[in-house]
């Protein structure tokens, strides 16, 4: 009977304590609800007086960002105030919606818009001054105080609405602190009364006690499902506790170390138990550096490469170390994780070799097409490279070609001859490389080279080359061959490079009338007598014409241009008694060519005939000698 009254005062007690609690609620309830209302009323305050700041700030930036640019002409100090007018006019906007409900500020505003327009307009003004006149007639505008007189009436109307709202603030807050003394009251009288639920604690306890005996069986369970989960898994897991004691390993764990768990104290003991090995060699990983004395330590770690010795094999692993903490902040357990990378080395090898592979092929591929003819397409590999991909440049084109190679052939085998070519061809490529240029293509024993950096780099090429060529013929005089002659033209102009051909071959080429004159000015490197000739377009190109021994030659129609191409000769590379002889005649012979050009042959054959009394090897006035010869004007004139 008295166990059964407990239970009636229980349950009476418990229904009289909820119906409190319901009523202490309820009056808590509408309480909070009147609060958070007045703190929403709070924030829509702070937020108003928050988009006032930044509108000010905005304006004040973009006016800040203007000044740094009147006085520097810097193009970033123009950052702020491009961002003002991207930003202010839908902050005014966030601004007017907030205060709808306000006709106080709704009026501030319509007045501050046009203040704020027209200080936008001035800065603009003083920005495209700034640019078009120069620093000064913007200052002229700056220095009115029209701007700044703009700016005092828009942080007045701007004061006056923080004011306003400081204001409201004021009074929500005192709203929200009487409101707040009300739920502290209510709620305290709520405590009072929930101190009867109290007598429900030995309930609470039993509960309790049966959710403990059920949670040991879940945990019992878990800890089933995890061990099986680590047994499936294809790593190894070893565990040992902070002693260093093992206390867990997986079956791929003991696979890997051969064995399975053997108590061992001291820690480091483990190294010799269950040993690791640096990469190739029979030398054990240091004990201070190995992943599970490192997580006995506390420190996390992770390695690569290291191996464990089995019997029959050798398995590199990478190793991961990690900790686990007590409550205390305490190493209570460190595990290493093993995982077998044969398979990821053998990969990553065979992933090196296939990566030699292919440069060994980009290597190859560009001996065939020149890297710079990728980037002048814009290609990274010969991969990205299509039919009709195109490109239009200013370049300079250098045509080379051997004199009389069919004759000096004629006396040579087939192996002879692709030995001299290449002999040949393996001299003159490094000089046009090193003048920034690259080979477009071989023409039997022609050389056809392309310069995009200017026409300098072409000259240059040209000269080197036949320097080379002098270097090379005292080597063919060595061994008993014939010197050999080169004649070369270089033509500066606008040039389609790209691709040609079919779907299953095709080719590099250039296609330009430039590079037509290039081949015409070799040709004429025969009729003249020289080595090397260009263009009154290359002749334009040069940054100095006169850093080089050049002169002019001609005025000549090559064979498939309608206008006439003016003829340099660049001859820094003549013999040096050839070439001081023409430096020393160089005024004299302009002077003769430019009689003979308004033919007056008799005066320029006296001026020629001079020229080759001091320099008798100059051929190009032994032809123009010739010329006036044969002119039969020349005794009238």
């Known amino acids: 009977m008295i166990k059964l009254s407990i239970q009636r005062k229980i349950v009476v007690g418990f229904g009289l304590t909820s119906s409190l609690i319901v009523i202490v609620s309820l009056s808590g309830y509408y309480s909070a609800f009147r609060l958070r209302e007045t703190n929403h009323k709070e924030l829509h305050t702070k937020k108003v007086l928050t988009k006032l700041e930044e509108v000010l700030a905005e304006i004040t930036d973009a006016e800040t960002g203007q000044r740094g640019y009147l006085l520097t002409g810097e193009q970033r100090y123009l950052e702020p105030y491009q961002k003002a007018i991207d930003k202010v006019e839908d902050d005014i906007k966030q601004l007017q919606d907030l205060t709808v409900d306000n006709p106080y500020h709704q009026q501030k505003l319509e007045l501050v818009v046009p203040l704020i327009n027209t200080k936008f307009a001035e800065l603009e003004q003083t920005i495209n001054l700034r640019n ?29 609405m923080k004011a306003e709202e400081e204001r409201l603030l004021y009074a929500r807050s005192q709203h929200t602190q009487g409101t707040v003394h009300t739920t502290i009251w209510i709620f305290s009288i709520g405590l009072i009364f929930d101190l009867g639920i109290l007598v429900f604690v030995y309930y609470h306890i039993y509960r309790e006690i049966n959710q403990r005996l059920e949670a040991q069986d879940q945990l019992r369970d878990s800890e089933s499902r995890l061990t099986q989960f680590l047994e499936a898994i294809p790593v190894g897991v070893f ?73 029959d094999k050798i398995v590199p692993i990478e190793v991961l170390g990690t900790p686990i903490f007590d409550d205390k902040g305490n190493v209570s357990y460190a595990i290493v994780v093993l995982n077998d990378i044969t398979e990821r080395k053998r990969g990553e090898a065979e992933r090196l070799k296939f990566t030699g592979h292919l440069n060994k092929l980009n290597h190859a591929f560009s001996r065939f097409v020149p890297g710079q003819f990728l980037q002048l397409l814009n290609k990274e590999t010969i ?29 040579m085998t087939p192996e002879e001859n692709f030995k001299f070519i290449n002999s040949y061809l393996s001299r003159m490529e490094p000089t046009i490389i090193k003048n920034q240029g690259f080979i477009d293509k071989y023409i039997g024993d022609a050389i056809m080279a392309l310069f995009s950096g200017g026409a300098d780099d072409a000259v240059k090429a040209g000269i080197a080359m036949l320097h080379q060529l002098t270097e090379y013929n005292q080597h063919r005089a060595n061994c008993n061959y014939r010197a050999i002659q080169l004649g070369m033209g270089i033509n500066t102009g606008t040039l389609m490079l790209g691709t040609v051909g079919g779907y299953n071959r095709m080719d590099t080429t250039v296609i330009s009338d430039a590079v037509n004159l290039a081949a015409r000015l070799e040709g004429l490197t025969k009729n003249y007598g020289v080595s090397l000739l260009i263009s009154h377009h290359t002749f334009k190109q040069l940054q100095n014409p006169y850093d080089y ?40 012979f302009a002077l003769a060519l430019s009689l003979y050009n308004q033919q007056a042959y008799a005066e320029a054959l006296q001026l020629f005939e001079a020229c080759l009394r001091q320099n008798p090897a100059d051929q190009v006035a032994q032809i123009y000698q010739q010329r006036c010869h044969l002119n039969p004007n020349i005794n009238s004139v």
Do not use: W
Request: aromatic share 8%; glycine share 6%; proline share 6%.
């Open 132 to 160: 078009e006149q120069g620093l000064d007639a913007a200052l002229a505008i700056v220095n009115t105080n029209e701007g700044k007189l703009i700016m005092d009436q828009i942080r007045d109307i701007f004061h006056q």
């Open 383 to 411: 991969i990205d490279v299509k039919l009709g991909d195109q490109v239009e440049k200013e370049m300079s084109v250098l045509f080379s070609d051997i004199r009389d190679f069919t004759a000096l052939s004629e006396g």
């Open 239 to 311: 565990v040992v506790d902070q002693n260093g004691i093992p206390y867990y390993a997986n079956q791929t764990a003991k696979k890997l170390f051969g064995q399975g768990l053997i108590p061992t104290n001291p820690a480091n003991q483990l190294p010799e138990i269950y040993p690791i090995y640096s990469p190739k060699s029979e030398k054990i990983y240091p004990a201070n550096l190995e992943p599970i004395i490192q997580a006995l330590n506390g420190k996390n770690s992770i390695y690569e490469g290291i191996e464990i010795h089995q019997p």
């Open 549 to 588: 021994a050049i002169r002019m030659i001609d005025h000549v129609k090559v064979k498939g241009k309608s206008e006439l191409v003016t003829v340099y000769e660049i001859f820094d590379a003549d013999l040096p008694e050839v070439r001081e002889g023409k430096l020393a005649n160089q005024d004299r």
